[in-house]
Structure formats: C-alpha cells, structure tokens
C-alpha cells in the first residue's frame, strides 16, 4: 500500500511537470495563429521571428564598468531586471508561436537565439536561477511591460489578468532555470538550425573589409592582462616563496586572441554603420559577441570529436577553454543574414550555421552578448609604446609574454 501511495504521488508530479510546460492560454492560441498565417514568418521562422523580436541597436557610446556605488543601486532598484524579465518573456512568446510549439523547450537551443538578449544586456548580472521567485515578487511590473511590448509591436492584445498566461510564463521561466550554467548565466545549446541563410557576395565583400581592416589594425596592438601570480599555473613555484598578492602584468599578441579580434570586428562594423542612413544603417543591424564553451569538460571539442581544432591552413591550435566570434545579423530587401567573422576557423566571413557545424553539438554551450563598446576593453586593447627584446612597455610599465599552453 504505501509503495502505492508512493507512485500514485510520483505520477502527480509528473503531471504537474509536464503540465507547467504546455503553452496553453487564450493569448498565446491567439497569437500562434496569427503567426501561422504569416506566410512571411513561415517561409523562414529561425530567422523570420527576428522581425517581431526586440533587439539593441549598435551605438558609439563607450560603457563605463559598473561602479560600486551603482551596484549597490541595483539592489534597491530592480526595473533593470523587470525590464530583462519582460524582454525574455517577450521574446520567447514571439519564436515559440512562429514555431508552433506546444511545449516549452527544455532548454534553450539555437533556435531561440536573441531571446536572452535582455539578459545580457543588463548592466550587471542576474542569477536566471532565481528568476521564477523574481517573476512571483514582481509580476505586475514585467505584465505591464509585456503589454506595452505586444502592443508596441501590433500584436494580439496582451491581458494582463489573464492566469492562464501564468503558466505559459511559468513555462518558459522554467526553460530559461534548465539552460543556467554554474554561475547563473543562460546558454544556447546546438542542434540542428532551423533556418536556411546564404551570404549575398555584396555583404560578403561588406563583412570580409571590416574584417581585414580590424585585423590589419589588431597587428599593431596587443591586449594587456594584470593578473595575481597565484593564479598562473604555469609559473614556477618552487624557485622560492611568492607574494599571492603580488601582480603580473602580461600582454598577448592582439591577433593571437578571439576576443580581441571579435571586439575589434565589431567595433569596426559598429563605427561603420551608425549614424548611416542606408540598407546597413544601425537600425538594419544586430551585433553580437559570440562565446562558445564547453559544458561538460575543461576543453571544446569540435565537431570531429577531438580537442584541437584546425585552422583554415591545417595547422593545429593548442586546446582552448572557449572561443569567441563576432555575429552580424543584418537585414537587407527583408531577408536576414547571419553572418560569423572568425579568422581563426575561416579565412573569410561565413554563415551562422555553417560556423556552428564546427563544434561538437553534445558538448558545446553558446553565449550570445550584444554587443557595446566597452571602456574596460579599450583600455585593455593597445598599441605598444616600446619593445625590450620580448617585453612590450605601455605607460613606463612592463609587460612581459603571457604563458599559452601548447
């Protein structure tokens, strides 16, 4: 009898589970089938949902790293993550009814990327972990919000005291909870990409200039790191006792680093377009700084399985712990074109799904951040005042090679 109650109470549970995950509310019906009439949003919907999505356009402003006073701001002042909330809900609303789904995804893949887009565009970070308690305690703000959203976007009517939207909601809080790392921050997984994209040779030939214009500027610069002794592995230890607190100061080769070159190329697109009122003005155009990493081990895999992956030479680079692109999205005679610049795996600019092909898909998590130019990057990212031998010098400091592992 009592193992009887015991599975009796475990099937509730998994009715509770998969109900939470079913998409069924009047609202979210109706606007499902307004997508499902939408011969445009049908033709492509992995890249087609984009035009209902919200997005950040690119601009000159420099970002100042978040202070310790404004920090503290945000943890009296929450419209921050209201407004990150809202713009997930939002966004996920959007690609699930182009889709057609049902169901929530389990996690986020691929598919349904731009839908954290909000996240990462706050100012400071934000556990996804916590978002379902942060949804109860703040509800009627991200509500208001989503109405205003919808509204603003020419949708079906959003209501707001609708309960059965909770769930729908719920749902997709409980999507965004599945795809969280260790420290609080969502990824896409990959799977197989539900778009077709090809690069016409005119953004080619746009993409492919930036791309060895950043590149022929990042040969003359380096990137500056400053980092305790402790925490270099590679450092000899037992020449003697070391200060923990005491600093390295270490630069590499701008162009042996894929964040300094995915920085570079887009601060270059970014400058290019805005303020331009043409087809790739900063209006026609979403600019991303891609991570890639792995979810399971300490090294990316590719997608052949093995740990090092090949350079559009064949030369074979030591094991990385991540890897960073720059993605253009842009629009042009109302097609989008997802396009990687990536000159550690291509030679030239090439379509998003194609570059993902070269990770292991079991393995590889992907971060998407819109992309701003940064102070803290700016600073990092210079050109040598002098050389000593293979020491750089910078502002009467002295840098000395960063240890790379083979």
Known sequence: ???????????????????????????????????????????????????????????????????????????????????????????????????????????????????????????????????????????????????NYFSQARLPKYNADDLKNDYVEAAFLNTLKNSAGKTGRAGFTLVRAKWTASIPAQEKAFFKKYMQASLQELSRQVVLYEENAASLDVLDKTAGRYNSSSKQYLYRPATDECAACTYASCRKICRAVVGRENARSASNLRLYEITMRSQKNRYLTA?????????????????????????????????????????????????????????????TVMYLKPFRLRAADEKRLVSPDGRKGKNIVKDGRTYTPYPVGK
């Not at 042009?332 to 990687?340: I, N, T």
């Open 303 to 363: 997608a052949d399985g093995k740990t090092n992956f090949i350079s559009p030479d064949g030369k074979k680079y030591p094991q990385w712990q991540y890897h960073a692109a720059a993605l253009a999205v842009a629009r042009r005679d109302g097609k989008f074109v997802p396009v990687v610049i990536d000159k550690f795996l291509f030679k030239e600019p090439v379509e998003f799904s194609a570059w993902l092909k070269k990770f292991d898909a079991k393995t």
């Open 1 to 147: 009898m009592k193992r009887f109650f015991i599975f009796i109470c475990t099937l509730g549970l998994l009715g509770v589970s998969a109900q939470a995950q079913r998409l069924t509310s009047p609202f979210y019906t109706q606007l499902k089938s307004k997508m499902a009439g939408s011969v445009f949003a049908q033709k492509n919907p992995g890249l087609n949902r984009l035009a209902w999505m919200r997005y950040y356009p690119v601009s000159n402003r420099v970002v100042e790293p978040v202070g310790t006073w404004e920090r503290i701001g945000y943890w009296f002042d929450s419209s921050d993550t209201v407004s990150a909330m809202a713009g997930y809900l939002y966004q996920m609303y959007i690609s699930a009814s182009v889709y057609g789904a049902t169901q929530a995804p389990a996690r986020l893949d691929e598919n349904y990327f731009g839908a954290l887009d909000s996240f990462e565009h706050m100012r400071d970070s934000f556990n996804v972990q916590d978002s379902l308690s942060f949804y109860n305690s703040h509800k009627k703000e991200i509500k208001a919000r989503l109405a």
